[in-house]
């Protein structure tokens, strides 16, 4: 009787997959902000925050490298605008708090390891599956994963901005897929974003697993999801892996 396919390679989503930040974006802005002397509400900062990152990230996809961007002042001008949305006007007393919440953004002292990550990584690598991160992150990640003690499981780390194209783009699974020797059949992706995880994943025919947290989910995403692809936390996702490699047709 022919063995049943295996999954032999995890690819991994980061920010709210396995790490998150220790406080919310506008806190962090206001704290620094106010060490330069500026007083910032912490509140209009995150609401800002996500106007100014959406805007970016609209005009300026995937850090801007291919209209002459660099990812660090591609950050820079992010902050600035987040703070001019709130309310300062003035660019020059903004400027070394963009420098040093860039510099702090960069610190794994800024982030924390979710509950479960490192377990279930240990438990990924005791099965013999090749691990790898596929994130929409900018080239401060590999360091912040190091100081975190996540690095060593993971057998490469591909950024968007080291590929060059951002998650839902298909080349950066296909990318991720060339480095690790695999094809989409025998490859999952884990992440917390429907579009650019589980659907991105799925779209290049790799199996996906959609983390979706405390939080109930959206409707839509639910009925599109199957009940057996959804990891409430990540300890659910070897029992899920399980179930996965127990439903795959044999070769």
């Known amino acids: 009787m022919a063995p049943r396919l295996q999954i032999r390679l995890m690819t991994w989503d980061v920010k709210d997959t396995l790490l ?63 703070f001019h949305l709130a309310g300062v006007q003035d660019a020059k007393a903004v400027a070394p708090v963009a420098d040093q919440l860039y510099e702090d953004f960069s ?16 438990g990924c690598r005791k099965r013999g599956l090749k691990l790898a991160v596929v994130s929409n992150f900018d080239r401060r990640l590999e360091d912040i994963l190091v100081g975190l003690g996540l690095r060593e499981h993971f057998d490469f780390v591909l950024t968007s901005e080291a590929a060059g194209w951002p998650k839902p783009d298909p080349r950066i ?5 060339q480095l690790a020797h695999m094809e989409p059949a025998v490859a999952a992706h884990v992440g917390d974003s429907y ?15 959609l983390v979706t947290g405390p939080e109930p989910l959206d ?7 199957p009940e057996d692809q959804i990891l409430p936390s990540l300890s659910h996702l070897l029992p899920a892996l399980d179930r996965l490699e127990g439903s795959l047709p044999r070769p």
């Not at 982030?111 to 240990?122: D, F, I, P, S, Y």
Request: aromatic share 10%; charged share 15%; net charge positive.
């Open 195 to 209: 579009r650019c995880d589980y659907q991105g994943a799925q779209a290049i025919g790799m199996h996906s697993f």
């Open 219 to 225: 409707p839509a995403v639910k009925n599109s999801v």
């Open 173 to 177: 699974f296909h990318k991720a897929l």
């Open 107 to 122: 610190s794994p002292c800024t982030w924390q390891v979710l509950e479960g990550a490192k377990a279930t990584l240990m």
């Open 20 to 82: 998150r930040l220790r406080h919310p974006v506008g806190e962090e802005y206001a704290t620094k902000a106010q060490a330069h002397g500026l007083k910032v509400d912490a509140t209009a900062l995150g609401q800002a925050f996500r106007q100014a990152y959406k805007a970016q990230s609209q005009s300026f996809p995937n850090y801007g490298l291919s209209q002459g961007l660099t990812s660090r002042q591609w950050w820079l001008d992010v902050v600035l605008q987040t």
